[in-house]
């Protein structure tokens, strides 16, 4: 099994700055495809951003596109997502995954692996 742990979240003004960071360990070997979720009070859990095992394919969801930054530190089992001119709307429990396979997937139910999620909050 893979653990996740998320860690960096917490309460900043609009047009801030947050660096969310999420550890793997266990068997990091089967992981290939890490990103990022978020589930907002009385939403759906959305796809935020996902990054390939070599670190050089990356997605984003439109709303974040030229704000959010993945990026994937392999040697330390680490995955980021540098959040810059952070909105309201981006408040939302923000989930570390990790998943088997190298497609970039967008459905969360492609993802085999979930931390315990991390709270973002940004304050107009």
């Known amino acids: 099994q893979v653990q996740l742990i998320e860690s960096g979240g917490g309460l900043v003004q609009a047009g801030g700055f947050l660096k969310l960071s999420c550890a793997a360990s266990?068997?990091?070997?089967?992981?290939?495809?890490m990103g990022w979720f978020r589930q907002a009070p009385g939403k759906d859990r959305e796809f935020v951003s996902a990054?390939?095992?070599?670190?050089?394919?990356?997605r984003y969801t439109d709303s974040v596109k030229g704000r959010f930054t993945i990026s994937r530190d392999i040697a330390k089992n680490t995955v980021h997502l540098q959040m810059a001119n952070l909105r309201p709307e981006d408040t939302a429990v923000y989930y570390c995954a990790a998943k088997q396979g190298q497609v970039l997937a967008q459905l969360s139910d492609r993802y085999n692996y979930w931390g315990q999620g991390t709270q973002v909050t940004v304050s107009s």
């Open positions: 266990g068997r990091t070997d089967s992981v290939y495809v």
């Open positions: 990054v390939s095992k070599s670190g050089g394919s990356t």
